[in-house]
């Protein structure tokens, strides 16, 4: 089974950046996944990290350690819009396993 | 761009009845799922479809529940008599492959059993 493990909730400020830590345990591994949510509505994809290193979108970026179960979701320039919950998810066999989210806060 | 839709958006039921929830995946994509997220909780694997079976279900996925691809194109979840800690929003979802690739989400049935 999986196990993944991500903090309920931060608070930051406008315009500063925030750092997600997730941690996991599986059995079998294809991926790992972050997922941006907002209150009501449905997953949206952020980002998809297979092998390690960083990986860099625009404002977003992601890093997975496969050998120490341990990815990070970094949003730079917060933007009021950024304040979401976010989601980490680990692929394993045909299916994503989500984590409990992280509520982003982000303040004027 | 495509999307997975999915309808009804909202449901109210009592207690005990059926409920079918359905779900257009994107055209091209092969693999099917449903999830739900109680409100406040996260994000629940229910079943995974492929192939026209299916091919994962978690425990929460008991003889209550059933999934089918009846024509090709749409996806149903059937919950046989509904209890109230069904109440939920059930998300429906679909990629390309197994193993890679992002899963592509509905905007959700959100389920109310009173």
């Known amino acids: 089974g999986q196990n993944i493990d991500q903090p309920t909730e931060m608070t930051a400020t406008e315009g500063a950046i925030v750092q997600i830590n997730c941690t996991y345990q599986?059995?079998?591994?294809?991926?790992l996944f972050w997922y941006q949510q907002h209150a009501g509505e449905a997953p949206t994809f952020l980002s998809y990290?297979?092998?390690?290193g960083l990986e860099e979108k625009g404002r977003f970026s992601s890093f997975l350690s496969r050998s120490k179960g341990y990815s990070y979701l970094l949003l730079k320039e917060l933007q009021m819009k950024d304040s979401a919950s976010y989601l980490c998810?680990?692929?394993?066999?045909?299916?994503?396993?989500f984590g409990g989210g992280t509520r982003v806060l982000v303040k004027p | 761009e495509p999307e997975v839709t999915q309808t009804p958006s909202h449901q109210v039921t009592q207690m005990g009845q059926e409920v079918i929830l359905r779900c257009v995946p994107i055209?091209?994509?092969?693999?099917f799922y449903w999830y739900r997220q109680i409100l406040g909780q996260k994000v629940e694997f229910l079943v995974s479809?492929?192939?026209?079976?299916?091919?994962?279900k978690s425990e929460i996925f008991d003889d209550q529940f059933s999934v089918e691809r009846p024509d090709g194109s749409n996806f149903t979840l059937k919950i046989r008599s509904t209890k109230l800690e069904d109440s939920a929003m059930y998300f429906c979802?679909?990629?390309?492959?197994?193993?890679?690739?992002?899963?592509?989400f509905g905007e959700g049935s959100r389920l109310t059993v009173l």
């Open positions: 998810a680990v692929a394993a066999g045909n299916k994503l396993t």
């Open positions: 979802a679909s990629r390309t492959s197994e193993n890679t690739g992002e899963l592509f």
């Open positions: 990290n297979v092998l390690d």
């Open positions: 055209s091209n994509h092969l693999y």
């Open positions: 599986t059995s079998g591994f294809n991926g």
């Open positions: 479809f492929y192939n026209n079976e299916i091919s994962e």
